[in-house]
């Protein structure tokens, strides 16, 4: 796709059940569009999803269209925005972010402040409850990916990052997305 190219972004929910997914795609590429970028999870019954999609103009207006009729037919609440992919003012180069610790509120705002005061973009992020093995203790993880300014000094910021994950007992790595 073109960096010019209009595409469509689709935010929708629902009760979660079999071929939903299969519906919901299938409409899709009916209208002459393609899914770019996608992430789906079925959260506690519920399913959730947000995509970007791609076509031709006249393709996009007739996904547009169709997007009441589909949201009755699947049983969603759909919201949809025409956009163009973002263009950073710099280089950015990506990094994961894994962290785990006991659970507690508020660590997501927590990370989320530390790399906003550092004008860093969360580009995406996971989180995830889980048992801890042997104990049963609640345990939360975070995955998130961010994107590094090219001109940031990267051994003072993941020493940093490291330092506040101590002060606040969570465990993390930070290191350079693999492909």
């Known amino acids: 796709m ?28 009916e209208s002459g569009c393609n899914i770019e970028e996608s992430r789906m999870a079925a959260l506690g019954g519920r399913f959730a999803l947000l995509m970007r999609v791609s076509g031709s103009w006249d393709s996009l207006a007739k996904l547009e269209a169709r997007m009441p009729s589909i949201a009755e037919e699947l049983g969603l609440s759909i919201t949809q925005q025409r956009t163009r992919p ?3 003012e710099k280089p950015l180069i990506p990094y994961t972010v ?63 990052f490291l330092d506040y994950c101590d002060d606040q007992n969570l465990d993390a790595t930070f290191e350079p997305v693999r492909m």
């Open 98 to 160: 894994e962290v785990a610790a006991l659970d507690q509120p508020g660590i997501v705002n927590s990370l989320a402040n530390f790399f906003a005061r550092l004008h860093i973009n969360i580009e995406a992020l996971d989180t995830e409850t889980y048992p801890a093995p042997h104990t049963g203790a609640p345990m939360f993880a975070v995955h998130m990916t961010v994107g590094i300014p090219a001109d940031a000094h990267i051994a003072t910021l993941r020493g940093d």
């Open 86 to 88: 973002a263009r950073p």
């Open 2 to 29: 073109s960096n010019d190219t209009e595409s469509l972004v689709i935010t929708a929910s629902g009760e979660d059940k079999i071929g939903l997914v299969e519906g919901f795609t299938r409409r899709i590429s």
